[in-house]
């Protein structure tokens, strides 16, 4: 047997370019499509169904947040407590949520167990009654929860800082608040769940140890239900981000926090620009990661915060780098002139050498990661249809990160983001004459 030096750091190897597993894709009967990945040895299994509209394209969005929180409260056949039940005694969970253009119904389950839950999730589907009792519970402890965290300033820079990218009136800038939980009935959760759960074709993916006969399964149970025959399906309302021409900044004053929460928002790049990935390496770079250029200087340097985070996102709406961070009210300024100066040296300094290999072992790391296990591979497909990305896009970001470089970060940070506009929203105890920059 080989003796082993523990007294010398085993070889680092460059993490190679690795493909993501291809989905196959049917059509059921009543034109759903079934998107399959047959992928892990463990016999589990997580059904997803995605329906392609969510809060932003309600007219009160507060109804679809209650309709997540209350549809496993009961069904013609079972009550609240025996969804609970059938759950818990066959190893399986589920859970309702939203997003912006999107509404999902997730299942986690035994490969054994699935003629018991499958049925159970079409049953809430299909047939899912809203109880008063369970729904007048619920929508009380929703909104005192909602009511809390309106109090948070993160939570007040992140509405004002929506208001200030997409405009007031927009769709992704609605607010819910409080009362509007309170004001929405169970017959007004009923209708969404029929206009957005039932006439809206959702898409159906199924991942893990996919059998033969548990594709048969999802196909027989989810096959049949009549989707899309109503004449008032919930639609997309995208409305595009205006172009910004100047850096502004706004604030919620909350005189009692002793925390300001600062958003920094620059608007950027729609996800197919070719530029997308060159630039999201870069901000990765600025703000990314725990050893970034920000959580450097401003958290380990200067001691200004405990973490503040840089990132670009995309939306059908359009693209932003958001960078985000709490402190000390009397270190606003200073925290947004070192935001200001991190920038600046990014788009002046070339990257060294070290830094830069860490960047890129720790995004290569991240790309690898998400073929970690069937759910997160299948997660990433669900991402591409809903961004209508192409059907390469893991092996273009494989391709783009072997040719990010020090240049490359140089270039982006002058060309997006050094004299960008900036929108800075800021929440807590406002500091008078504070500077735009």
């Known amino acids: 047997m080989e003796k082993i030096d523990r007294s ?4 680092i190897n460059d993490l190679q370019a690795m493909q993501l597993p291809a989905v196959t894709r ?4 009543n034109g759903v499509e079934l998107v399959i990945l047959n992928h892990g040895q463990q016999p589990v299994n997580r059904l997803t169904v995605v329906w392609g ?4 394209d309600l007219d009160n969005p507060a109804t679809l947040r209650l309709l997540c929180q209350t549809v496993m409260e009961g069904t013609s056949r079972y009550n609240g407590g025996e969804i609970a039940e059938i759950l818990e005694y066959n190893g399986a969970w589920m ?74 009136s927009a769709p992704m800038a609605r607010v819910i608040l409080p009362s509007d939980i309170l004001s929405v009935s169970a017959e007004d959760v009923r209708l969404v769940h ?16 996919v059998t033969p006969e548990l594709e048969a399964y999802v196909a027989d149970v989810f096959g049949h239900i009549r989707f899309g025959e109503g004449d008032d399906a919930v639609g997309r309302k995208i409305v595009a981000q205006p172009r910004h021409g100047i850096s502004r900044s706004c604030w ?19 996800r197919l620009h070719p530029d997308y ?79 830069l290999e860490v960047v890129k072992h720790t995004l290569m ?33 494989m391709a783009e990160l072997q040719r990010f470089d020090a240049a490359s970060a140089m270039e982006m940070t002058n060309k997006y983001l050094r004299e960008a506009p900036r929108l800075t929203a800021l929440a807590g105890v406002p500091i008078e004459n504070i500077a735009v920059r």
């Open 252 to 270: 919620d004053v909350a005189p009692e926090s002793m925390q300001t929460a600062v958003r920094m928002i620059i608007p950027s790049l729609e």
């Open 95 to 168: 859970r309702m949520e939203s997003g912006p253009h999107t509404t999902l119904l997730t299942l986690h389950s035994l490969n054994h167990t699935a003629s018991e839950v499958f049925p159970l999730a079409a049953d809430i589907v299909t047939d899912a009654t809203y109880p008063d009792e369970s729904f007048n519970r619920i929508r009380s402890k929703q909104a005192a929860a909602l009511e809390i965290d309106m109090r948070k300033v993160a939570n007040k820079a992140v509405l004002l800082g929506n208001k200030m990218l997409y405009g007031e």
């Open 277 to 355: 990935e060159q630039l999201r390496f870069t901000v990765f770079v600025l703000g990314g990661y725990f050893g970034s250029r920000l959580m450097s200087n401003i958290r380990e340097d200067k001691g200004y915060t405990y973490g503040i985070s840089a990132s670009l996102s995309a939306s059908p709406e359009g693209g932003r780098v958001t960078i985000t961070c709490q402190t000390d009210k009397s270190h606003t300024e200073d925290v947004l002139a070192e935001i200001d100066h991190e920038i600046r040296r990014l788009a002046s300094e070339p990257v060294g050498e070290a830094e």
């Open 53 to 56: 509209a969510g809060n932003a």
């Open 8 to 11: 010398v750091a085993p070889r």
């Open 26 to 29: 049917k059509h059921l009967p």
């Open 194 to 209: 029929r206009r957005l759960l039932k006439d809206v074709v959702p898409t159906i993916y199924l991942a893990g140890a």
């Open 365 to 397: 790391s991240g790309l690898t990661a998400l073929l970690d296990s069937p759910f997160t591979i299948m997660d990433y497909h669900q991402q591409i249809d809903s961004m209508q990305l192409p059907v390469d896009y893991y092996a273009r970001q």
